[in-house]
């Protein structure tokens, strides 16, 4: 089960900390990720994490800018995104893979997802 929460507006150049309580993800060697839509775009692969040794993965576009996260002994996924940019506005889902490995960050190689939480950056 995926259960996001922490979205919200804000303006540009601020600061929100996504969270997902992921259980039977975070404490074992999985991939767990945050895909995010845009009104009117395909998702696109934001970040995702190995939890079996904290590899992390972040699309181009939110490098050095996002920071994906996991605490094992809350079965929970962060993503804090700092010096948000309106083009950051989107539907953010958590998303889960039962695999030790992942060949990407796209959308399609996660079969688990969260209702998502709406982020609006003005």
């Known amino acids: 089960q995926l259960v996001e929460s922490g979205g919200g507006s804000v303006q540009a150049g601020g600061s929100v900390r996504l969270s997902c309580v992921a259980s039977g993800f975070t404490e074992s060697g999985n991939y767990v990720a945050w895909i995010r839509q845009a009104p009117g775009e395909g998702r696109e692969g934001v970040a995702s994490i190995y939890t079996g040794t904290d590899r992390t993965y972040y699309a181009d576009s939110v490098k050095g800018r996002f920071t994906i996260s996991h605490d094992n002994t809350k079965n929970t996924l962060y993503l804090e995104m700092n010096s948000l940019k309106p083009e950051d506005t989107a539907m953010y889902t958590c998303?889960?893979?039962?695999?030790?490995?992942?060949?990407?960050?796209?959308?399609?190689?996660?079969?688990?997802w969260g209702q998502g939480t709406q982020v609006t950056v003005s």
């Open positions: 998303s889960g893979r039962y695999s030790s490995s992942c060949p990407g960050l796209g959308a399609a190689y996660f079969g688990y």
